[in-house]
Nanobody, 115 residues
Framework: QVQLVESGGGLAQAGGSLRLSCAAS????????MGWLRQAPGKQREFVGS???????NYADSVKGRFTVSRDSAKSTMYLQMNSLKPEDTASYYC?????????WGQGTQVTVSS
């Protein structure tokens, strides 16, 4: 089992920044990729970004150049640095991890960007 806990959400103005954290615990020694998804009200959950065990990253086109996913293995924590925020970034953000092909999810943290 893997437990994931997000933190760092809140309210930001357009053009501002926030940093989300995802702390992993449990059987973390064989976690493969980790990532972030988000879901806005009335919309489907969508991919934001991910980072592999080797540190390679992928991003959705909508956040590329603005968001950065990083991972501190020593702290078993993943981060999402969000810069140049836009109102359309408003959503609940979820941390995910994959271990032995099985996905795990955090409870989500709310990000609200005002115009």
């Amino acid at each position: 089992q893997v437990q994931l806990v997000e933190s760092g959400g809140g309210l930001a103005q357009a053009g501002g920044s926030l940093r989300l954290s995802c702390a992993a615990s449990g059987r973390i020694f064989s976690i493969d990729a980790m990532g972030w998804l988000r879901q806005a009200p009335g919309k489907q959950r969508e991919f934001v970004g991910s980072i592999s065990r080797t540190g390679s990253t992928n991003y959705a086109d909508s956040v590329k150049g603005r968001f950065t996913v990083s991972r501190d293995s020593a702290k078993s924590t993943m981060y999402l640095q969000m810069n140049s925020l836009k109102p359309e970034d408003t959503a609940s953000y979820y941390c995910t991890a994959t271990r032995a092909g099985y996905p795990y999810w955090g409870q989500g943290t709310q990000v609200t960007v005002s115009s």
